[in-house]
């Protein structure tokens, strides 16, 4: 059985904080990708990579990083969280240009 | 750029209504389309797909038709069930873009 993790479901931070959103796929993909959903926004793009260390920005980069060190593993980080930032954040993975699997989401409070 | 364009919700039926959610896009080329579902409380997953004009994809009792004249991808379910009731997300990839783009959701609520 296919599977995207990440890991939480919910978080909390202060404004400045620093916050990692971690993301793991057992599915041997080179595509992996992080977005964020707004209500009556859909989701939007923020990064994504396609393979070890290889990233580019999406449609909204703007406050985030990203690292992917091992195949497996994308994370997603907030530098320096802002309030702006509550969202809910969905990583996913997919191989070529075929169906993407989506991760169960965390959602992100930034207080 | 690439757009997609679907209708806003919420769109509320009585259980075995028939279901039309509509979808529209903007992209060169042929793009590959996707209907994704979110039920509440988790992820997305993909619900259907079609890769070339005239294609029809099907799921669960769900149909959607490639319309490259009309750009047009819309949903559709002849007898819809209170399960079905979740946020329906149209999208599309195009070419070197390996990301997907998504239009806005609909939210669904079938009553009983």
């Known amino acids: 059985d296919v599977k995207v993790t990440q890991s939480s479901r919910y978080l909390v931070k202060r404004t400045g904080e620093k916050v990692f959103l971690e993301c793991v796929q057992d599915?041997?993909?080179?595509?992996m990708f992080w977005y964020r959903q707004d209500p009556g926004l859909g989701l939007r793009l923020i990064y994504f990579s396609y393979d070890v260390k290889m990233k580019e920005k999406g449609d909204i980069p703007e406050g985030y990083s990203v690292s992917r060190e091992k195949k497996e593993r994308f994370s997603l980080i907030l530098e320096s969280a802002s309030t702006n930032q509550t969202s809910m954040y969905l990583c996913?993975?997919?191989?070529?240009?075929?169906?993407?699997?989506f991760g169960p989401g965390t959602r992100l409070t930034v207080l | 750029g690439n757009s997609v364009t679907q209708m806003e919700g919420p769109v509320t039926l009585s259980e075995e209504a028939f279901l039309t959610i509509n979808c529209t896009y903007t992209a060169t080329g042929y793009p590959s389309l996707f209907w994704y579902v979110q039920y509440p409380g988790e992820g997305l997953q993909l619900l259907l797909k079609?890769?070339?004009?005239?294609d029809k994809g099907s799921n669960k009792g769900f149909e959607a038709t490639y319309r490259k004249e009309t750009t047009s991808f819309h949903l559709e379910k002849g007898s819809v069930q209170v399960s079905d009731s979740a946020v329906y997300f149209c999208?599309?990839?195009?070419?070197?873009?390996?990301?997907?783009?998504f239009g806005s959701g609909t939210r669904l609520q079938v009553q009983p």
């Open positions: 999208a599309l990839i195009r070419g070197g873009r390996r990301a997907l783009t």
């Open positions: 599915m041997d993909h080179e595509n």
């Open positions: 079609a890769t070339k004009a005239d």
């Open positions: 996913a993975s997919s191989f070529g240009l075929d169906e993407q699997f």
